[in-house]
């Protein structure tokens, strides 16, 4: 199963050789830029009240709030299967997966927000379609085997991509990552002993997984990124230490976690070109469709359209929450100032 270790080797040589840092504007600049540089060197941690490259709190806020819309939206297609749960330990399953699904949400929302970007102004991306979050949930699940995969293989690549998150240069985006995996380990697991179950079940329960399987593992693949050659953000991300294993490396890492595990479950992965590479020490997988990848991150896979409208109508119906909210806190402020004077 994954690992909850911290100690991933560092891609040490590759961040050696990429320097790139903004101009500085001053010579006072220079010198907290010196000083970021230092600290970035010595594997320090970023602070919200430090000096950062504007650069630097760009790419997290977009890369926070990519990842952010990423758990909200992907509570939609679980949250479709509650009512229709097997039965009444799945669907209190389900229902705390979803839910962590949005507190993973809160928390890294609210670690964007520490880089001074509202709320407001990253769920306003979110809903105009301006945002990025991740390709994989623009798929339709269509059976309840969906669902153990989705625990099985979507929340395996999420883990392997997030547990060197948790040792990222920003700290509360690292904080955040370290209870994130935390839960997602849970729900890995969640996901693959429904699985082993059905696989025990009736021939129909195992065609069920199979299709699933079939339907998802591409898709998988992909969540890491782009292949590391068109991988734009990469070298940077990687100089500032938010990024400590590349796209490619990460997706191999997935690769030979998951084939075992396949194995025990008794499916097949739906690679012809998936063997075990004695030399590289890694399994060898077949070509993934780029072309199909970026469809779907530019707005044009099958679900995209409804999964946004979706969430804006959710939105929408929580206004009402929202103002309450705003109104008690009212409230209680002009009750403070009322007996302080
Ligand atoms: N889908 O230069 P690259 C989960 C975009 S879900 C869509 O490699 P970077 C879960 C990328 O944003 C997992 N877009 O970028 C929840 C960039 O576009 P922009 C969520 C993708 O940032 C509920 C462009 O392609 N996890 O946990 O260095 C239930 C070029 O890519 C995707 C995270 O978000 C994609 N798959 O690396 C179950 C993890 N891949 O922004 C599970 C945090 C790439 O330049 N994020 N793009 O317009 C990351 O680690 C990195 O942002 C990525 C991409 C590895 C995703």
Request: with cysteine; aromatic share 8%.
């Given at each position: 199963m994954y690992t909850q270790s911290f100690s991933v080797p560092d891609e040490g040589d590759k961040q050696a050789a990429l320097k790139t840092v903004p101009k500085p504007q001053s010579a006072a600049e220079a010198e907290l830029q010196k000083r970021f540089d230092e600290r970035i060197d010595a594997d320090g941690r970023i602070e919200p009240r430090d000096w950062m490259p504007e650069a630097y709190r760009k790419t997290l806020v977009r890369q926070i709030s990519q990842h952010a819309h990423s758990e909200i939206v992907g509570m939609l297609p679980e949250g479709n299967w509650i009512s229709r749960a097997p039965s009444l330990k799945r669907k209190a399953i389900l229902i705390a997966k979803v839910q962590d699904e949005g507190g993973h949400g809160l928390y890294l929302y609210s670690a964007a927000e520490?880089?001074?970007?509202s709320r407001d102004q990253m769920l306003d991306g979110l809903h105009s379609g301006k945002a990025k979050y991740s390709?994989?949930?623009?798929?339709?699940?269509?059976?309840?085997?969906d669902m153990g995969v989705i625990g099985w293989l979507v929340d395996g690549a999420a883990i392997m991509n997030q547990i060197p998150l948790c040792r990222c240069s920003y700290g509360p985006y690292a904080r955040a990552m370290v209870r994130v995996c935390k839960e997602e380990s849970f729900h890995q697991r969640q996901g693959y002993e429904a699985l082993l179950v059905m696989m025990k079940g009736s021939q129909a329960q195992r065609e069920m997984v199979q299709d699933a399987v079939n339907r998802y593992w591409w898709k998988c693949l992909a969540m890491?990124?782009?292949?590391d050659a068109d991988s734009p953000n990469s070298a940077q991300g990687t100089r500032w230490g938010i990024k400590r294993i590349s796209n490619d490396d990460l997706r191999q890492k997935f690769v030979d976690a998951t084939v075992p595990q396949a194995e025990v479950l008794g499916v097949s992965l739906?690679?012809?070109?998936l063997k075990w590479n004695e030399a590289r020490g890694h399994y060898d997988y077949g070509a993934i469709d780029w072309d199909e990848f970026w469809q779907v991150v530019n707005?044009?896979?099958?679900?995209n359209r409804e999964r946004l409208a979706t969430r804006v109508k959710a939105h929408d119906d929580g206004a009402w929450v929202r103002d309450a909210a705003v109104a008690h806190a009212d409230k209680q402020k002009q009750r403070a100032l009322k007996s302080a004077a």
């Amino acid at each position: 199963m994954y690992t909850q270790s911290f100690s991933v080797p560092d891609e040490g040589d590759k961040q050696a050789a990429l320097k790139t840092v903004p101009k500085p504007q001053s010579a006072a600049e220079a010198e907290l830029q010196k000083r970021f540089d230092e600290r970035i060197d010595a594997d320090g941690r970023i602070e919200p009240r430090d000096w950062m490259p504007e650069a630097y709190r760009k790419t997290l806020v977009r890369q926070i709030s990519q990842h952010a819309h990423s758990e909200i939206v992907g509570m939609l297609p679980e949250g479709n299967w509650i009512s229709r749960a097997p039965s009444l330990k799945r669907k209190a399953i389900l229902i705390a997966k979803v839910q962590d699904e949005g507190g993973h949400g809160l928390y890294l929302y609210s670690a964007a927000e520490t880089l001074g970007t509202s709320r407001d102004q990253m769920l306003d991306g979110l809903h105009s379609g301006k945002a990025k979050y991740s390709s994989i949930f623009n798929y339709p699940t269509l059976s309840w085997a969906d669902m153990g995969v989705i625990g099985w293989l979507v929340d395996g690549a999420a883990i392997m991509n997030q547990i060197p998150l948790c040792r990222c240069s920003y700290g509360p985006y690292a904080r955040a990552m370290v209870r994130v995996c935390k839960e997602e380990s849970f729900h890995q697991r969640q996901g693959y002993e429904a699985l082993l179950v059905m696989m025990k079940g009736s021939q129909a329960q195992r065609e069920m997984v199979q299709d699933a399987v079939n339907r998802y593992w591409w898709k998988c693949l992909a969540m890491f990124g782009p292949p590391d050659a068109d991988s734009p953000n990469s070298a940077q991300g990687t100089r500032w230490g938010i990024k400590r294993i590349s796209n490619d490396d990460l997706r191999q890492k997935f690769v030979d976690a998951t084939v075992p595990q396949a194995e025990v479950l008794g499916v097949s992965l739906p690679d012809p070109d998936l063997k075990w590479n004695e030399a590289r020490g890694h399994y060898d997988y077949g070509a993934i469709d780029w072309d199909e990848f970026w469809q779907v991150v530019n707005g044009h896979g099958p679900m995209n359209r409804e999964r946004l409208a979706t969430r804006v109508k959710a939105h929408d119906d929580g206004a009402w929450v929202r103002d309450a909210a705003v109104a008690h806190a009212d409230k209680q402020k002009q009750r403070a100032l009322k007996s302080a004077a």
